[in-house]
């Protein structure tokens, strides 16, 4: 598959103006009844009338620009999909909304996308949700820091506008699969100690695996004083010894190394192939896919 280009909204306006009788409009052209669109550049000419020679906009009423980086928080609320604006400034004057921790009761307060807004707790986000799935290669970090060098964020770049982050991390020089959302809920799901999300790793160790040393991995080992338990082990079918599937729910690799280190196998490679039943099918590597709806709500009905 190649690379998407982000998604892209259907059926918004474009224009600066709607017929009534017939839907929003788009470009600067009114008849809009067969889904015609119009770039700026080569949208039709709009007709002059014998009282408007110029169609351009009065000099003494400028066009106000929004500010862009603020938005008022019953806005804020209501594009979060919780409730309408009138019924967001009800919420926020009796006092179930914060801002960075505090309660906010001022109407027409306004707050910046990046700021930590709560609704009766719950962190809401006014963006679209976006969940992408991205086939690591290998020499790209797993952070959203700068001054790394390549990290995956710079792979998925295109994917979204939303400000999408991963779950879980692989290592520089691992490959395979990771995810990535802005929904708060999911990761919260993929991330809980107790519950977590299987992931499926396909492991290559320096020598074979001894049969002994896979079944305390099977029963639990204790690590620095704590047990480390996986979902499933085995030998991977039609291979050497030294080809290991390993299935587990935590969202980072670095328990892998510790596994095989405390063991005294070196790793050669860890590549993710499966994520709670996503896989890398028709997903070249480097490249990403958004999920289906059906693929988002498969996740978010694991336990």
Not at 72 to 87: E, P, T, V
């Amino acid at each position: 598959m190649s690379r998407h280009q982000g998604s892209s909204g259907k059926g918004k306006s474009s224009g600066r103006g709607q017929d009534k009788s017939n839907g929003p409009t788009s470009g600067r052209g009114r008849d809009n009844s067969k889904g015609k669109s119009y770039s700026r550049g080569n949208a039709p000419m709009r007709k002059v009338t014998k009282d408007s020679s110029k169609p351009t906009p009065d000099k003494k009423s400028p066009v106000k620009r929004s500010n862009t980086t603020e938005i008022r928080l019953n806005k804020y609320i209501a594009n979060s999909g919780i409730c309408s604006r009138r019924d967001a400034d009800m919420h926020i004057a009796t006092g179930s909304v914060t801002v960075n921790g505090k309660i906010i009761t001022e109407m027409g307060y306004k707050v910046k996308l990046e700021d930590d807004v709560r609704f009766d707790g719950a962190r809401i986000s006014p963006e679209k949700k976006a969940y992408v799935l991205l086939n690591k290669p290998k020499g790209f970090a797993t952070t959203t820091s700068e001054g790394k060098g390549r990290t995956v964020m710079d792979l998925v770049a295109n994917a979204t506008t939303s400000r999408i982050k991963p779950i879980g991390r692989l290592g520089r020089n691992s490959l395979g699969l990771i995810l990535f959302t802005n929904d708060e809920a999911l990761m919260d799901k993929f991330t809980n100690s107790k519950n977590g999300v299987p992931r499926l790793f396909q492991i290559e160790l320096d020598k074979n695996l001894k049969f002994e040393d896979l079944k305390k991995i099977q029963d639990g080992l204790k690590i620095d004083g704590k047990l480390v338990t996986v979902e499933e082990i085995s030998f991977v079918a039609g291979e050497s010894k030294n080809q290991i599937g390993l299935k587990i729910k935590n969202t980072g690799s670095s328990i892998i190394r510790s596994i095989f280190d405390h063991l005294n196998y070196e790793i050669i490679r860890v590549d993710c192939v499966a994520i709670a039943g996503l896989t890398k099918k028709d997903i070249p590597r480097g490249h990403w896919k958004h999920l289906t709806e059906q693929e988002v709500n498969t996740l978010k009905m694991l336990s």
